[in-house]
């Protein structure tokens, strides 16, 4: 007979292939033996269709193209005898998918072949449709295997159950027509059945909320008792595995209860007995036992537990970590995880186990047990976890320091309690680990030390600036070096400009730079320029200091020296008592006598709130005080004493001046006419010398003398009451009038105050103010923020608007609410405040 004919035997083409030396010889084969059954094909030869068909399976097997047999496979099941059928089925699960057309074709014959007189035929049916059954065939059937659950047969409901899992999983909308008959299958003796129907109600209630309430109120009771039969069986040849009855039938029972118990305290409660019998009568000396404990372990921990089984469980896994098996100790390692975000308490208690696991030979149990460690450390173990996993890196292999490494200095990074013990462990590490260090480790490790003796090396720098560059006091020992103002001003300029630099450095560089800039006048101009440049940083504190001592920079060199003046020799005698509290610092309450600095100045006691702020010249003149020239010495404006003479030749400094020096908009221009009615249309050319926020405080009075008295603040009045107020009666009204003041005004933009007061509220001041953009551009994202002092509440509300229109077409209003704080009792304060 031809070799290669299509009546040669199968076995005959197996040993045909397996006899070929090369893979050319087997393709040529299989080319051969392909071309035969084509022809077999083309002439419908029906007697060897089932051998052909046989020979195209092990040729698709081996990996060759089959598809011009597809067709063959459905003639097969349609032939009425079961060998063809059983083949031609075969045929089908084997070289078609469910994302073949032809799969279609078959539908009508599964259908009949579901209702056939013979169950075998029928099994046949359901276990290629539980195979390869697409959504339209689920459609298509589900009826027909529905019915099949309820046949007499117990290996037909088998394949039913099985075939229905397939079902529901392609068409999830078909589960509600499989609830009752799975319920049913759950009270079967048979185990196959009974293994079959938990597994589809496991799936069930996965795939619909309507399935799962139903199981939980009418089965879970049901479950528990099977379980409870099952595990309490007498010993069983036909179920016995290695002296337990039935573990599969333990586990699918374990994992339904579950699905069923999760979320729903009820379910936990009834279900708690049997878990709690099945942890302890189980034998953990065979693998069988060991994977029912598993399952049982990993029930307790998803159910709704109060706590007391869960201890069983997570000490049940602590005996799985004692296993001599790698794979038990794996499972633990990996269900303690989980766990341990539920009970942490349970899993501390195995922290010594944990921590062998981590020094196993087996390269997955060290690294799983490593990570359950960098789980387990708190701020209460921190130091032994970590001096545990020190230890161990010594003596660790190599391939395995790298991921150590990487996790002890996460632990200390993250759970240090002191920088002391941080440095301490880093440096434990260092030497051992070597080049598994990463970089940013290291990096944070320098920069953690080198912060702190770049703040004191800043500091050094701003106070003893000028003995650095005259190497002033230097050491025998010393090598002299040149060092000059210039670069003295560098190394603070690198220190502040350093992405690493927290606040407190950037700080400190600034307040460094405005001593410098007192010390080093040559220096002066290139210091404010690095200061201007944190004027608009986003850190509002950095923001303030360098506006506040851009201002001394610039407006108040004659205070500046006195404001970073060297700080006196420490008396470490009476620091370290008042460190210990042995010395309390003394609080002067005399009114009378001057107050004596540390530095020896003298200051009057007629200005608390100056000395305390220190913005007075040591070489001043005492100041006044009265209100006005209090809040004038407060602000810094026009301390140096001004020549006053007789008959109004020279009036006082404008309260113009005043407010546009309070919102450091710049200096105005110098006022040499006695009035200041050029800047108010609003104000007649005869009317004497009057100060603008004069007629803010006095909106409906007679006229104002022609020379206030100079302790008089018209600007106090405004804030009502903060300064002597005018004797002259105002005349009550329901709506008083304040000229308009220009605030600012330059090429590009307008800013326009007008004030209001409400009846019967004196205290509180409205302040609308208006933006008009005089430049051809729109300005987007508007935003304006204003300071007030502390004695005053600032209320802002929100703009009109975000955009302000260019060209003057259009403004911004913003209104804001000053009010005065209720004045409190002024003390005398001997203790020297410097902000710097």
């Known amino acids: 007979m031809n070799p290669f004919s299509s009546g040669t035997r199968l076995r005959d083409m197996i040993r045909a292939i397996r006899a070929c030396k090369t893979a050319a010889e087997e393709r040529a084969v299989v080319r051969k033996e392909c071309a035969a059954i084509r022809a077999a094909i083309s002439e419908n030869d029906q007697d060897y269709r089932h051998r052909n068909l046989a020979k195209l399976m092990f040729i698709h097997m081996l990996?060759?193209?089959?598809?011009?047999?597809?067709?063959?496979?459905?003639?097969?099941?349609?032939?009425?005898?079961?060998?063809?059928?059983?083949?031609?089925?075969?045929?089908?699960m084997l070289l078609l998918d469910e994302r073949q057309e032809v799969l279609m074709l078959v539908t009508n014959s599964i259908k009949q072949d579901l209702s056939h007189t013979n169950q075998y035929i029928v099994g046949l049916a359901l276990c290629a449709l539980g195979n390869i059954c697409s959504a339209e065939m689920a459609r298509d059937l589900a009826p027909e295997v529905e019915r099949l659950l309820q046949f007499r047969d117990p290996n037909i409901r088998k394949k039913a159950a099985l075939c229905s899992i397939r079902i529901i999983k392609k068409v999830p909308d078909l589960a509600e027509n499989f609830i009752n008959a799975a319920a049913s299958l759950l009270k079967e003796k048979h185990h196959g059945v009974l293994l079959t129907g938990v597994q589809l109600c496991?799936?069930?209630?996965?795939?619909?909320?309507?399935?799962?309430?139903y199981f939980r109120k009418k089965c879970t009771d049901g479950l528990v008792k099977v379980l409870k039969d099952v595990a309490n069986s007498p010993y069983a040849p036909e179920y016995d595995v290695s002296g337990i009855t039935d573990p599969f039938l333990h586990i699918r029972l374990l994992k339904l209860l579950r699905v069923l118990g999760q979320g729903d305290a009820d379910a936990s409660e009834s279900m708690n007995d049997i878990l709690a019998q099945v942890a302890t009568k189980t034998e953990s000396n065979k693998n069988a036992g060991n994977a029912i404990l598993y399952e049982c372990v990993s029930t307790i921990m998803t159910i709704e537990e109060n706590g007391g089984l869960r201890v069983l469980a997570v000490n049940i896994l602590g005996r799985f970590l004692s296993s001599r098996d790698n794979n038990i100790r794996y499972v633990a390692l990996n269900m303690l995880m989980k766990a341990i975000t539920l009970d942490s308490q349970a899993v501390q208690r195995h922290r010594a186990t944990i921590l062998e696991c981590v020094k196993d030979s087996d390269a997955s149990i060290r690294k799983r047990a490593l990570e359950l460690v960098y789980l387990l450390v708190n701020e209460s173990n921190v130091k032994s976890l970590t001096k545990e996993l020190i230890d161990y890196l010594e003596i660790s292999d190599p391939e395995f320091k790298g991921d150590l490494t990487a996790k002890i200095c996460s632990i200390v990074e993250k759970f240090?309690?002191?920088?002391?013990?941080?440095?301490?462990?880093?440096?434990?590490?260092?030497?051992?680990?070597?080049?598994?260090?990463?970089?940013?480790v290291w990096h944070a490790l320098i920069a953690c030390e080198q912060e702190t003796l770049v703040r004191v090396a800043v500091w050094c720098i701003g106070e003893y600036g000028e003995m650095l560059v005259g190497n002033a006091g230097m050491l025998n020992q010393e090598d002299p070096i040149t060092v000059t103002?210039?670069?003295?001003?560098?190394?603070?300029?690198?220190?502040?400009?350093?992405?690493?630099?927290d606040l407190t450095t950037r700080s400190m560089c600034l307040i460094a730079l405005l001593k410098l800039s007192s010390r080093f006048p040559s220096c002066s101009q290139r210091i404010n320029d690095i200061v201007v440049h944190y004027k608009e940083s986003l850190v509002l504190e950095l923001q303030q200091r360098a506006i506040e001592f851009n201002s001394i920079i610039e407006k108040h060199q004659n205070i500046r020296s006195a404001l970073v003046e060297r700080m006196p020799v420490?008396?470490?005698a009476t620091y370290s008592g008042r460190r210990a509290g042995s010395v309390p610092?003394?609080?002067?309450?005399s009114q009378g006598a001057p107050l004596t600095l540390p530095n020896g100045v003298a200051k009057p006691t007629s200005a608390p709130l100056v000395d305390l702020l220190d913005l007075s010249s040591d070489d001043g003149p005492a100041l006044s005080s009265s209100g006005g020239d209090f809040l004038q010495d407060l602000l810094g404006v026009d301390l140096s004493p001004a020549a006053t003479q007789q008959g109004g030749n020279q009036a006082q400094k404008s309260g113009t001046d005043v407010l546009l020096d309070l919102l450091s908009i710049g200096t105005p221009p110098a006022q040499s006419s006695p009035s200041t009615a050029d800047m108010l249309s609003s104000v007649q050319d005869n009317q004497s010398s009057v100060d603008i926020l004069d007629k803010l405080g006095s909106p409906s009075g007679p006229p104002p003398q022609a020379s206030p008295p100079v302790g008089s603040s018209p600007m106090m009045d405004l804030l009502d009451g903060f300064g002597p107020v005018s004797s002259a009666p105002v005349a009550e009204n329901n709506g008083p009038s304040y000229p308009s003041l220009v605030a600012f005004e330059s090429s590009s933009l307008r800013v326009t105050f007008n004030f209001s007061k409400q009846p019967g509220n004196p205290l509180t001041t409205l302040v609308e103010a208006q933006f008009v953009n005089k430049s051809p551009n729109a300005f987007s994202n508007f935003i304006f923020q204003a300071a007030v002092p502390k004695f005053l509440q600032l209320h802002l509300d929100p703009a009109s608007s975000n955009t302000l229109p260019a060209s003057g077409n259009g403004s911004i209003t913003q209104k804001l609410r000053l009010t005065k704080q209720p004045a409190r009792e002024e003390t005398p304060c001997n203790a020297h405040t410097d902000r710097l």
């Open 63 to 92: 990996g060759y193209p089959t598809h011009f047999g597809q067709m063959e496979c459905l003639k097969l099941i349609a032939s009425p005898g079961f060998p063809e059928k059983r083949i031609g089925y075969l045929g089908l």
């Open 202 to 213: 496991t799936d069930l209630c996965k795939v619909s909320t309507e399935a799962l309430e």
């Open 416 to 440: 240090s309690p002191e920088k002391i013990w941080y440095i301490d462990q880093m440096l434990k590490v260092l030497p051992q680990a070597g080049n598994y260090v990463k970089d940013e």
């Open 485 to 501: 103002e210039s670069d003295a001003v560098d190394v603070v300029e690198t220190a502040i400009r350093r992405h690493s630099s």
């Open 570 to 572: 420490l008396d470490e």
């Open 585 to 589: 610092a003394a609080v002067s309450t």
